[in-house]
């Protein structure tokens, strides 16, 4: 497993320079390791690398955040909304340790979401580890052990029409899940 990450990372890399020259020939070296790698993490990697490649727009910025879990927010961290904001200097946190964090997006219609990406508070020091992305209440992903690349995770989703696209959150890096920035994903040929 430990060699299948490192290889997915190092075809990630490629990939990510040739996007803009070889297209292609990128997206090709990223399904190459879809097809082949059995590693979470790997596996992981690849997806995030694709949706990326696959030409996704964010559409985070068009929703309304809250969190109703009833915590209250924690240290100088913004209110909800500044995990959807576009500014990665403002971010969302709550209150250290507790059990279940929860971070809603709303759009006022139904969006066709393909993948959620987290920029977390710091590399894998206050930011999700273990979540569900649930979308109108549906589970569509369960993220287990997070891998972050450069405080950085993208997780794909198979498309789905929603009007609400939640964080679950029930493990984290550090003591807390702050999140700078959540970007929600449709793909570019929508309205």
């Known amino acids: 497993q430990a060699l299948e990450v490192e290889a997915a990372s190092a075809v990630v890399k490629i990939a990510k320079s040739l996007r803009a020259t070889n297209p292609d020939a990128a997206a090709a070296a990223i399904q190459k390791v879809l097809d082949v790698c059995k590693s979470p993490a790997a596996r992981q990697l690849a997806e995030g690398a694709m949706v990326v490649l696959g030409g996704m727009v964010n559409i985070a910025p068009q929703g309304t955040a809250t969190s109703p879990d009833g915590i209250e927010k924690d240290g100088a961290a913004g209110d ?112």
């Open 80 to 191: 909800d909304q500044a995990a959807i904001d576009g500014d990665p200097a403002t971010y969302w946190d709550e209150a250290d340790g507790q059990k279940v964090y929860r971070l809603v997006v709303t759009f006022k219609q139904p969006e066709k979401v393909a993948a959620i990406s987290i920029l977390g508070y710091a590399h894998h020091n206050f930011a999700p580890k273990d979540f569900e992305v649930l979308c109108d209440g549906r589970v569509a992903k369960k993220v287990e052990n997070a891998q972050y690349d450069s405080n950085f995770l993208l997780v794909r989703l198979d498309e789905t029409t929603c009007k609400t696209v939640e964080l679950k959150i029930t493990g984290y890096h550090g003591n807390s899940p702050a999140i700078r920035e959540l970007g929600v994903y449709r793909t570019k040929t929508q309205k």
